[in-house]
């Protein structure tokens, strides 16, 4: 079968040390109310980091400083395939809070927490490399 090849790019979101923005997605989305890195699609053309800053103002109102990589990890649901690219990141105004413009919900969380949120399969798996990582 040949899967739909889809890129996205996620942010490592770190406004306070150790803690990380994840949000939920809103209930009409694929993988409906399932938790987070915050990004989106890349659109055909667009390059990794400017996909992600449109992404975090365009669902949450949020203009980011965009760092380095932080992981690169591919996942292949039944119809598709996602390759996921997750940035470190931090908010330009450290006071500002996501609005939920076309997310449900978000959370600030220390990457020990995140196993108490149900994750989609491409972001547990991004999850998991994570946690294996020394930051």
Known sequence: MNRRQIRVV???LEREPGRYLITQ???ASSLPLLWE???GRVNEGEQD????????????????NVGDQAMATRHEYETYAVDF????CTPKDAAAEPHHQ?????????LDEMGQYQFPDADART???LLDLDM
Do not use: Q, Y
Request: proline share 2%; net charge positive.
């Open 127 to 129: 999850l998991a490399r």
């Open 37 to 39: 890195f915050p990004g």
């Open 102 to 110: 076309r997310v449900n919900d978000h959370r600030w969380v220390a």
């Open 49 to 64: 980091v400017s996909a992600l800053k449109r992404e975090l103002l365009e669902r949450l109102g949020l203009d980011v």
């Open 25 to 27: 997605r809103s209930k």
């Open 85 to 88: 690219v997750v940035f470190h």
């Open 10 to 12: 996620g942010a490592m």
